[in-house]
Protein backbone atom coordinates (compact mmCIF):
# COMPACT_ATOMS: atom_id res chain seq x y z
CA UNK A 1 0.00 0.00 0.00
CA UNK A 2 1.64 3.13 -1.26
CA UNK A 3 0.78 6.63 -0.24
CA UNK A 4 0.27 8.77 -3.41
CA UNK A 5 3.40 11.13 -3.95
CA UNK A 6 1.50 14.11 -3.52
CA UNK A 7 0.47 13.68 0.07
CA UNK A 8 1.28 15.95 2.85
CA UNK A 9 1.02 13.37 6.01
CA UNK A 10 4.51 12.67 7.43
CA UNK A 11 5.67 8.68 7.40
CA UNK A 12 4.69 8.57 11.42
CA UNK A 13 1.56 10.27 10.38
CA UNK A 14 0.69 7.43 8.17
CA UNK A 15 2.02 4.78 10.28
CA UNK A 16 0.38 5.77 13.30
CA UNK A 17 -2.88 6.62 10.90
CA UNK A 18 -3.26 10.17 13.12
CA UNK A 19 -4.58 13.35 11.46
CA UNK A 20 -3.51 16.69 12.42
CA UNK A 21 -4.89 16.79 15.40
CA UNK A 22 -3.41 13.34 16.95
CA UNK A 23 -6.60 12.14 18.45
CA UNK A 24 -9.86 13.11 16.82
CA UNK A 25 -9.97 9.36 15.19
CA UNK A 26 -10.24 8.19 18.96
CA UNK A 27 -12.60 10.80 20.34
CA UNK A 28 -15.13 9.44 17.55
CA UNK A 29 -14.73 5.77 18.14
CA UNK A 30 -15.07 6.59 21.79
CA UNK A 31 -18.42 8.82 21.29
CA UNK A 32 -19.72 5.81 18.32
CA UNK A 33 -19.17 3.09 20.88
CA UNK A 34 -20.80 4.85 23.57
CA UNK A 35 -23.59 5.84 21.89
CA UNK A 36 -23.91 1.79 20.67
CA UNK A 37 -23.40 0.97 24.16
CA UNK A 38 -26.52 3.25 24.99
CA UNK A 39 -28.67 1.90 22.89
CA UNK A 40 -29.32 -1.63 25.08
CA UNK A 41 -28.43 0.58 28.21
CA UNK A 42 -31.42 3.20 27.84
CA UNK A 43 -33.97 0.53 26.45
CA UNK A 44 -33.26 -1.28 30.19
CA UNK A 45 -33.31 1.94 32.05
CA UNK A 46 -36.51 2.27 30.83
CA UNK A 47 -37.81 -0.69 31.18
CA UNK A 48 -36.19 -0.48 34.69
CA UNK A 49 -37.81 3.38 35.51
CA UNK A 50 -41.29 1.92 34.77
CA UNK A 51 -41.27 -1.15 36.81
CA UNK A 52 -40.65 1.76 39.90
CA UNK A 53 -43.35 3.89 38.67
CA UNK A 54 -45.68 4.14 41.69
CA UNK A 55 -43.61 2.47 43.84
CA UNK A 56 -42.68 3.51 47.18
CA UNK A 57 -38.59 4.52 48.19
CA UNK A 58 -38.26 1.13 49.61
CA UNK A 59 -39.53 -0.84 47.17
CA UNK A 60 -36.54 0.97 44.91
CA UNK A 61 -33.90 0.70 47.22
CA UNK A 62 -35.12 -3.25 47.22
CA UNK A 63 -34.64 -3.47 43.27
CA UNK A 64 -31.28 -0.99 43.41
CA UNK A 65 -29.94 -3.69 45.92
CA UNK A 66 -29.74 -6.17 43.02
CA UNK A 67 -26.28 -6.19 42.05
CA UNK A 68 -27.77 -6.28 37.98
CA UNK A 69 -30.15 -3.69 38.41
CA UNK A 70 -27.35 -1.44 39.78
CA UNK A 71 -24.57 -2.53 37.72
CA UNK A 72 -26.70 -1.54 34.68
CA UNK A 73 -27.59 1.54 36.27
CA UNK A 74 -24.06 2.43 36.31
CA UNK A 75 -23.05 1.50 33.04
CA UNK A 76 -25.89 3.58 31.68
CA UNK A 77 -25.02 6.54 33.50
CA UNK A 78 -21.24 6.07 33.42
CA UNK A 79 -21.33 5.88 29.26
CA UNK A 80 -23.88 8.74 28.86
CA UNK A 81 -22.29 11.11 30.90
CA UNK A 82 -19.03 10.80 28.80
CA UNK A 83 -20.81 10.95 25.82
CA UNK A 84 -21.93 13.67 26.85
CA UNK A 85 -18.71 15.14 27.79
CA UNK A 86 -17.06 13.57 24.43
CA UNK A 87 -20.36 15.64 22.46
CA UNK A 88 -19.94 19.33 24.39
CA UNK A 89 -16.17 18.81 23.92
CA UNK A 90 -16.82 18.59 20.04
CA UNK A 91 -18.75 21.71 20.20
CA UNK A 92 -16.38 23.71 22.34
CA UNK A 93 -13.70 23.28 20.20
CA UNK A 94 -15.85 23.77 17.05
CA UNK A 95 -17.85 26.99 18.13
CA UNK A 96 -15.35 28.63 21.16
CA UNK A 97 -12.74 30.89 19.86
CA UNK A 98 -10.05 32.02 21.28
CA UNK A 99 -7.02 30.51 23.73
CA UNK A 100 -7.92 31.29 27.48
CA UNK A 101 -12.49 30.98 26.64
CA UNK A 102 -11.91 27.47 24.80
CA UNK A 103 -9.42 26.33 27.59
CA UNK A 104 -11.90 27.47 30.37
CA UNK A 105 -14.95 25.53 28.31
CA UNK A 106 -12.60 22.38 28.21
CA UNK A 107 -11.58 22.07 32.03
CA UNK A 108 -15.38 23.22 33.11
CA UNK A 109 -16.70 20.43 31.01
CA UNK A 110 -14.41 17.90 32.51
CA UNK A 111 -15.24 19.43 35.66
CA UNK A 112 -18.84 19.13 35.45
CA UNK A 113 -18.91 15.50 34.56
CA UNK A 114 -16.54 14.62 36.76
CA UNK A 115 -18.47 16.25 39.16
CA UNK A 116 -22.32 15.18 37.90
CA UNK A 117 -20.27 11.45 37.55
CA UNK A 118 -19.49 11.47 41.02
CA UNK A 119 -22.48 12.72 42.45
CA UNK A 120 -24.75 9.71 39.77
CA UNK A 121 -22.74 6.93 41.58
CA UNK A 122 -22.58 8.14 44.98
CA UNK A 123 -27.12 8.29 44.76
CA UNK A 124 -27.01 4.60 43.23
CA UNK A 125 -24.69 3.51 45.88
CA UNK A 126 -26.32 4.66 48.27
CA UNK A 127 -29.61 3.49 47.16
CA UNK A 128 -27.92 -0.09 47.01
CA UNK A 129 -26.09 -0.41 50.01
CA UNK A 130 -28.24 1.66 52.37
Not at 14 to 20: D, E, P, T
Request: glycine share 8%; proline share 3%; hydrophobic share 50%.
Amino acid sequence: MTESPKSLRTPMGRVRHLGSAKSGTREVWHQRLTSFALLPLAVLFVILVLSLVGKDYNAVRATLANPVWSVLVLLFLGAGIYHMQLGMKVIIEDYVHGHGAKTFALVANTFFSICIGVACVYAVLRLSFA
